[in-house]
């Protein structure tokens, strides 16, 4: 039986170590909360921090893994490279990791080889700098930490008296201290993945996405197949991405605007499956592609398939959820039922829902698949609907 090591063990980290271990894999779960969730699905698990490289390759050592992998989170990029570079694993070029790990080198990369139109990027890591950019910036701009996700601290900035505020949250909620201040592109945002094996892109999915409104840009959910981009154009832009920014090896998650006039801009890049269960449910139902297998396969050596089957719609929706307290919750099998969804509440009595801003603010998920895409949405919204109304908060 291989072993895997996992790095991060939050809720959707769970998917992935409770398929490895139904593919035949023993599973090895690491994350800094002594309480993570994912770590009851795991064969064993150890609190270490997963931004700590070395730590994690002395347990990565003294575990004799067969290899190492991390999903949904930014975070493990990096550590995750690095074990695999020491201990001589299938993984992305460590060097590459270092420039995926900064949006700032990603967006210079893309602009220096001409893939998309952003023109407009600056990187700052204190508010003095700013003086310095005030004749240059022009507003509006995205203002984002350099090395976040989860759109956590991303947020519109229509003017300069704005900027100093956004640039402060940015660079707090960045583990290197830096903000990268660019372009505001108006447009469609649409989603993707890709999985680089053996010196080939093969790009698996394309997706519409759902926007909470600005000033703040998190996600509401996900369509599946897109109805704004132009696949072929796209997939091909997404091959040259890869190849511009070098990535090797795995999975490959993209954040795109499609404009009103059809232009494919980048906007962020992840060496990593997407979170809000892109790798764990839109994929796999919607192309038949089982993409949390395939990482797991590849990272240790074991072949892939990426064969598409019949594709099926796909609709998500997160629990973004009115704030408060919760006094009772509803019944979630019910209104699973009764929509035709599938909920995957993460919610409890007494906790507290706060405004959704980004996506730790999400109190769950919502997933429905059929023939018809505008019906799928239509049940995850409703579904959604449903249960913000049932949940009684006190008063």
């Known amino acids: 039986m291989k072993r895997v090591l996992i790095l991060g063990a939050g809720f959707l980290q769970s998917f992935l170590i409770k398929h490895a271990r139904k593919l035949g894999y023993y599973t090895i779960a690491i994350d800094?909360?002594?309480?993570?969730?994912?770590?009851?699905?795991?064969?064993?698990?150890?609190?270490?921090?997963?931004?700590?490289?070395?730590?994690?390759?002395?347990?990565a050592i003294s575990k004799k893994i067969d290899g190492v992998v991390t999903a949904a989170t930014d975070y493990g990029v990096l550590s995750t490279a690095y074990v695999a570079q020491e201990m001589g694993l299938p993984g992305?070029?460590?060097?590459?990791?270092?420039?995926?790990r900064n949006k700032y080198l990603v967006r210079k990369r893309l602009h220096e080889t001409g893939i998309d139109g952003v023109n407009q990027y600056y990187e700052v890591s204190t508010t003095c700098e700013l003086d310095k950019l005030k004749k240059q910036i022009r507003f509006p701009v995205i203002v984002k930490p350099c090395d976040g996700s989860g759109s956590r601290a991303v947020e519109k900035v229509s003017c300069f008296e704005n900027l100093e505020r956004a640039c402060v949250n940015a660079i707090n909620a960045s583990l290197a201290g830096k903000a990268l201040i660019e372009e505001f592109i108006h447009g469609q945002e649409v989603g993707a993945e890709?999985?680089?094996?053996?010196g080939q892109c093969i790009v698996i999915a394309i997706m519409d996405k759902r926007m909470t409104d600005p000033p703040y840009y998190a996600e509401l959910g996900h369509c599946y197949p897109s109805t704004v981009a132009n696949t072929d154009n796209v997939k091909d832009i997404l091959r040259r991405v890869v190849k511009a920014l070098g990535v090797d090896f795995g999975a490959v998650n993209f954040d795109i605007i499609v404009t009103d006039d059809h232009r494919v801009c980048i906007i962020d890049v992840g060496a990593r499956m997407g979170g809000n269960l892109i790798g764990s449910h839109i994929v796999p139902l919607g192309t038949g592609i089982d993409y949390m297998g395939n990482l797991i396969r590849a990272s240790v050596g074991d072949p892939i398939d990426t064969t598409t089957t019949d594709r099926l719609c796909v609709a998500t929706r997160l629990l973004a959820l009115t704030p408060g307290k919760v006094k009772t919750l509803p019944d979630f099998e019910r209104i699973s039922r009764e929509h035709l969804v599938q909920v995957y509440p993460r919610l409890n009595v007494?906790?507290?829902i706060r405004?959704?801003?980004?996506?730790l603010d999400g109190c769950g998920y919502v997933v429905s698949v059929g023939d018809d895409l505008n019906e799928v949405e239509l049940r995850v919204e409703s579904a959604k609907n449903r249960i913000n109304r049932e949940i009684v908060r006190e008063i």
Request: hydrophobic content about 40%; charged content about 20%; glycine content about 2%.
């Open 92 to 100: 992305l070029s460590y060097n590459v990791a270092q420039t995926m």
């Open 194 to 198: 890709a999985f680089v094996y053996n």
């Open 355 to 359: 405004q959704y801003k980004n996506n």
């Open 350 to 352: 007494g906790d507290v």
């Open 32 to 59: 800094k909360n002594p309480c993570a969730e994912a770590f009851a699905h795991a064969n064993e698990y150890e609190v270490i921090d997963i931004v700590d490289q070395k730590a994690c390759l002395k347990f």
